[in-house]
Nanobody, 118 residues
Framework: QVHLVESGGGSVQAGGSQRLSCTVS????????MGWVRQVPGKAREGVAR????????WYADSVKGRFTISQDNAKNTLYLQMNSLKPEDTAMYYC???????????YGQGTQVTVSS
């Protein structure tokens, strides 16, 4: 298991920006991919973005493509999610996720709430 701690959530008005951070520790390398997922109460968890650590390749959900950017700072063991042009429908609990088994995300952080008001 990988220890993940998110920060940077909060309330913002529609059209605004926020940056989420996720510090990574307590793992045995390698980590194959990292990402962000989000969840609204009563709905299934939704993948938002992911980054493959071997080559930096990224994937984004259609709903956030062009507005969100995932990045990593290996020197700081930190994952980021820059969120621009936020919409009320982006309101959710955002979780950092990691895959250190090569079979999909197997570790999640405790989550950070993002609330976008119109």
């Amino acid at each position: 298991q990988v220890h993940l701690v998110e920060s940077g959530g909060g309330s913002v008005q529609a059209g605004g920006s926020q940056r989420l951070s996720c510090t990574v520790s307590g793992y045995t390398p390698p980590i194959y991919q990292m990402g962000w997922v989000r969840q609204v109460p009563g709905k299934a968890r939704e993948g938002v973005a992911r980054i493959y650590t071997s080559d930096g390749d990224t994937w984004y959900a259609d709903s956030v493509k062009g507005r969100f950017t995932i990045s990593q700072d290996n020197a700081k063991n930190t994952l980021y999610l820059q969120m621009n042009s936020l919409k009320p429908e982006d309101t959710a609990m955002y979780y950092c996720a990691a895959d250190n088994l090569g079979s999909g995300f197997n570790s999640y952080g405790q989550g950070t709430q993002v609330t976008v008001s119109s």
